[in-house]
């Protein structure tokens, strides 16, 4: 039983972070997690079976939803664990590395990077905000009123195009204005692409999908803001949420 | 055993970390984890790093939803000749 090989997988990279936080917090398959140190850097990392993790097994695997979801729950929980006690920076999903000494040289090999990384989401949060848009006219017209003729159904369906040009033209105009101001109030800021409605669960079309970086200190400004340009705009719907650990933030420069 | 975080050591206050976080929906995890939450190179992933991945798991995912949604037109059909 004890012959299964095992990996490290690692959920994040924090700075001085008191073990003390991660207490009561387990990692996948209800593994322990475990720091992996360097200088005042510290790796939170857990046993996962190696053929699960592979490439071969992680490419069946995040094609399983039933494997996806609760692994991607996990994740965040321990990244939520480490976010709220030290500045932390998220790792993408599935980041294997054979053993201890492998994520340490990662560690050390990318020092610099990760340090950056951590000053820049140190005492932030991100906060999402998404503006969509009413749903669509063209889907308002009754069905139930058949056009009299072909001209007069070419020239219906010429109006609502264009009204539904307008309107998108509106909106995207509406979000490149809301994401100015939010840019202004935020550290950081980066646009998502926008979530199909099928998967987000939200009505219209999304026209941004955007992340902010936020100091804790301007979260409760940055919020208001946001629920005023809300208030502002009825035509439109703006979905916020927050605080969250910077997923969007902590990437290191890769040229 | 007790270690002073050496930020504090050097007399410098560390800015306030938020003390509460929000969860987080699973499309907006994967938006995150799967496409921008990069940070470091494992061993074995490598080649699958990119976007390319989260757009594979979204077309699923939407493949399975669209699948869905024929099955209950076909079922509303099915009402429709009935009645």
Known sequence: ?255 | MTVAPSGTAAGVAPRQQPRDLAPVSLVDLLDRLLGTGVVLAGDVVVTLAGVDLVEIRLHLLITSVRAEMERERERERERGRQG
């Not at chain 1, 409760?220 to 979905?239: G, S, T």
């Open chain 1, 1 to 255: 039983m004890t012959d299964e090989q095992t990996a490290r997988y690692l959920y994040a990279v924090c700075r001085d972070l008191d073990p003390a936080a991660l207490d009561g917090v387990t990692g996948l398959r209800g593994r322990p997690l475990a720091l992996v140190h360097h200088q005042q850097l510290a790796a939170v990392v857990s046993d996962v079976p190696l053929a699960e993790f592979d490439e071969e097994g992680l490419r069946h695997n995040l094609e399983d939803l039933a494997w996806l979801e609760p692994t991607v729950r996990t994740h965040d929980e321990v990244i939520h664990a480490a976010a709220v006690a030290a500045p932390t920076a998220p790792l993408r999903l599935a980041t294997i590395c054979y053993d201890d000494d492998a994520v340490r040289a990662r560690l050390r090999e990318w020092y610099v990077a990760l340090m950056q990384a951590l000053d820049r989401v140190e005492g932030c949060a991100e906060w999402s905000v998404k503006l969509l848009t009413a749903p669509r006219a063209a889907e308002a017209v009754p069905a139930g009123a058949p056009a009299a003729s072909g001209a007069e159904y070419l020239r219906r369906k010429k109006a609502a195009a264009s009204q539904q040009t307008s309107q998108d033209d509106a909106a995207l105009e509406l979000a490149a204005r809301l994401h100015e101001e939010l840019h202004e109030l935020a550290a950081a800021s980066r646009q998502l692409a926008p979530q199909d409605p099928r998967l987000s669960g939200l009505r219209g079309t999304m026209v941004l999908n955007a992340a902010y970086l936020v100091r804790t200190e301007d979260a409760d400004a940055f919020a208001a803001r946001v629920d005023e340009l809300a208030a502002d705009h009825p035509e439109a719907v703006v979905d916020r949420r927050g605080p969250w650990p910077p997923y969007s933030f902590a990437m290191l420069e890769q040229r």
